[in-house]
């Protein structure tokens, strides 16, 4: 074996970047459990001591975490006062709770590895592990990595792109979220589009319950509902819009579940598909996004799909191509590329 010093350091330097990102993941976790964003944001300029008395915690530790952060780029530290802070970006990105919230994103990696042996084994023995067994915080954290997105876009161009869906909605449309989740996109169309009906589908009862209580909480729960049902079999017709966001790839069956929309649309009724960022080559993917998402459908979206026959495993990085014609498959005739984002593919289908 003949070694090559130079790839092997470059490897090296990945698998310290790769090491000390793990442990930035836990301490993004406890950071946004324990309020310490926000505390340093309260505070700032601050002392280790200053940010652990305004969160009521630990100053040893947030002196660790306050040093770990500053490493990361997470924080800012001024070694002419010792004191930390927070950029305008990293208020915006960290601890603003009506910002980018990127702390969340770390809630699904680590709600993930809570369960890596049964994960391993269901690798080994080329079996599934479901959605509804993981770690609750991975829901938490799916959501809010997901909701800026929907926030930014959903409205204010998702919809628009769509042929003549946000006349439908601003005049009252019959709507389907499937695979809702905790609600984040179904209560953002229901808030946004006062006339219209909205209904959340999601086969996970404790999201649905959720979902239910967020309604509740912003006083649409006579207009937003949701549903306990799966993608193949929930219930209605003549649907003006059905919409399924970052889900489709997680499916058993997503073919059977793309079939429905088809079948409940209403003739002129649009199929709204988000689904996360991708080329149609594997190659073209090599990059920080594809990373992200291949990592976390290896252990969650590809694990999920595994426990069902036909166990399609679409994956997170299914492409725009293959979307296409497994929607071509279902009975729609026109699909379009309607919009995108460095994160997410929006697709239109028609009957």
């Known amino acids: 074996m003949t070694i090559d010093e130079g790839r092997l350091h470059e490897l090296l330097g990945r698998f310290v ?13 406890l950071g946004d459990r324990l309020g310490l964003y926000r505390a340093l944001q309260a505070v700032m300029p601050g002392t280790p001591a200053e940010v652990a008395a305004e969160a009521g915690v630990g100053e040893r530790y947030v002196r660790e975490w306050l040093s770990c952060q500053a490493a990361g780029g997470y924080v800012t530290y001024d070694p002419t006062t010792a004191r930390f802070s927070l950029t305008e970006e990293q ?42 067994e993981h770690d609750p915080a991975l829901f938490e954290g799916t959501e809010r990595f997901f909701r800026p997105g929907y926030v930014a876009d959903l409205v204010s161009s998702w919809i628009p792109a769509l042929d003549g869906v946000e006349e439908k909605l601003t005049e009252g449309a019959r709507v389907a979220d499937v695979g809702c989740g905790h609600g984040a996109s179904t209560l953002l169309i229901g808030g946004s589009y006062p006339r219209s009906r909205v209904t959340g589908f999601d086969y996970h009862r404790p999201s649905v319950e959720q979902a239910r209580k967020r309604a509740a909480d912003a006083g649409v729960a006579a207009r937003v509902t949701f549903e306990v049902a799966g993608a193949a079999d929930f219930p209605g017709t003549g649907y003006d819009l059905v919409a399924v966001f970052d889900a489709l ?18 003739p002129d009724g649009t199929f709204l598909l988000v689904e996360p960022y991708a080329e149609d080559r594997l190659e073209d993917n090599l990059n920080p996004v594809g990373r992200l998402y291949y ?6 979206c590809v694990a999920h799909s595994m426990t069902e026959e036909p166990r399609t495993a679409l994956g997170a990085q299914a492409g725009e191509a293959r979307l296409t014609d497994l929607l071509q498959e279902a009975g729609f005739t026109r699909v379009r590329r309607a919009a995108e984002t460095p994160f997410n593919l929006v697709l239109e289908a028609r009957p």
Do not use: K, Y
């Open 17 to 29: 970047t790769d090491a000390g990102g793990s442990f930035q993941a836990l301490g993004a976790v």
């Open 91 to 132: 208020v915006f990105a960290l601890a603003d709770p009506d910002g980018m919230q990127i702390a969340a994103a770390f809630h699904i990696p680590v709600a993930a590895g809570r369960n890596i042996e049964r994960i391993t084994e269901s690798v080994r023995t080329n079996s599934g592990f479901g959605w509804h």
């Open 249 to 266: 790839h997680d499916m058993p069956d997503p073919l059977g579940a793309a079939r429905h929309v088809r079948e409940v649309l209403a």
């Open 295 to 300: 990592g976390a459908s290896t252990v969650i």
